[in-house]
């Protein structure tokens, strides 16, 4: 697999202190397990794997609303060397200090950031009110 998806997900195991490297669909269930509820991540991380894209799957207690575990995740990603994803998703994420790290992150590593319409939208409403 020659590309890598770095994703911020929600998920019932795994841990959340680093990234845990997922190449299918047997070991994204062994590692991770099933969403809490019906949420975007792991709806992502599956796709991706249909694809056959390597993933880099960080495991956040609430997804879109942990903030610790993003900022750690984020900071983790741009403290690592070479070139370790290409693509940085981040699914229910609608916070603007959250984007911003992730597009610092993204613009080092010269990657590109994918987020969903409704986390857009989300994100330049909040934006304005401040």
């Known amino acids: 697999m020659a590309l890598c998806l770095a994703l911020f997900a929600e998920a019932l195991k795994g841990r959340r202190q680093a990234p845990e490297r997922i190449r299918s669909l047997d070991e994204l269930l062994a590692v991770m397990g ?8 792991l709806n992502w991380a599956v796709q991706a794997l ?5 993933l880099l799957f960080f495991r956040v207690a609430e997804e879109g609303f942990a903030l610790e575990h993003y900022l750690e995740g984020l900071s983790y990603l741009e403290k690592m060397g070479g070139e370790p ?3 940085l998703a981040l699914p229910g994420v609608g916070s603007w200090e959250i984007i911003e790290k992730a597009r610092t992150v993204c613009k080092k590593k010269k990657s ?3 987020m969903n319409e ?3 939208y989300d994100c330049l409403t909040v934006k304005k009110v401040f």
């Open 118 to 120: 409704q986390d857009l």
């Open 112 to 114: 590109f950031l994918i």
């Open 34 to 41: 099933l969403p809490k509820e019906e949420k975007a991540g």
């Open 50 to 54: 249909l694809y056959r894209v390597e």
């Open 85 to 87: 994803f290409q693509v």
